[in-house]
T-cell receptor
């Protein structure tokens, strides 16, 4: 599975959009981009995933560049409860055991 | 559905003791996983299972054993506990491989200290 690079930490003002970048320059054509987050001391929580098209759900939007070498997770109106570690993971979706390889992620601090 | 449940929540072990961390899921998921998370680090995969009776090693399997006799349960056994096994342990499960989504559902974790 491709390796990802994320900034170690970011701040965001409450109510503003939080944009979390992820570089995955060695991603293969059949690898998906997944985002999970981990609120302090809890188990990780799935947020969103995508292959090459932009995706949106009730939690966030995922923007993937045309060359697929990077992506951005967008939390449109960050709240204090969005303070967490955000993990960007790339992996194949089929012919795989479902394993996730977690890096160190980005610690997002939402400030009032 | 309760989702993924783990017991105990906390445990302190002495060096050389053994214990079993319990994990149960009620979502009829075939895939189950054990991760450990050391302070300030991401999760590392210990063992995983793609169905009852089938298990395989992850990134950091040494010092651990698993079994999967039912779809619901995936216990993790620590033999001869060492201080290096002090960590938070998370169990997870996911839908069948036929799905493209592979969303993993995580339990609340077990915080283990070995002294």
């Amino acid at each position: 599975d491709a390796k990802t690079t994320q900034p170690p930490s970011m701040d965001c003002a409450e109510g503003r959009a939080a944009n979390l970048p992820c570089n995955h320059s060695t991603i293969s054509g059949n690898e998906y981009v997944y985002w999970y987050r981990q609120i302090h001391s809890q188990g990780p929580q799935y947020i969103i995933h995508g292959l090459k098209n932009n995706e949106t759900n009730e939690m966030a939007s995922l923007i993937i560049t045309e060359d697929r070498k990077s992506s951005t997770l967008i939390l449109p109106h960050a709240t204090l409860r969005d303070t967490a570690v955000y993990y960007c993971i790339v992996r194949v979706a089929e012919g795989n055991t479902g394993k996730l390889i977690f890096g160190q992620g980005t610690t997002l601090q939402v400030k009032p | 559905n309760a989702g993924v449940t783990q017991t105990p929540k906390f445990r302190i072990l002495k060096i050389g003791q053994s214990m079993t961390l319990q994990c149960t899921q009620d979502m009829n998921h075939n895939y189950m996983y054990w991760y450990r998370q050391d302070p300030g680090m991401g999760l590392k995969l210990i063992y995983y299972s793609v169905g009852a009776g089938i298990t395989d090693k992850g990134e950091v399997p040494n010092g651990y054993n698993v079994s999967r006799s039912t779809t619901e349960d995936f216990p993790l056994r620590l033999e001869l506990a060492a201080p290096s096994q002090t960590s938070v342990y998370f169990c997870a499960s996911s839908v069948d491989r036929a799905s493209l989504y592979y969303e993993q559902y995580f339990g609340p974790g077990t915080r283990l200290t070995v002294t």
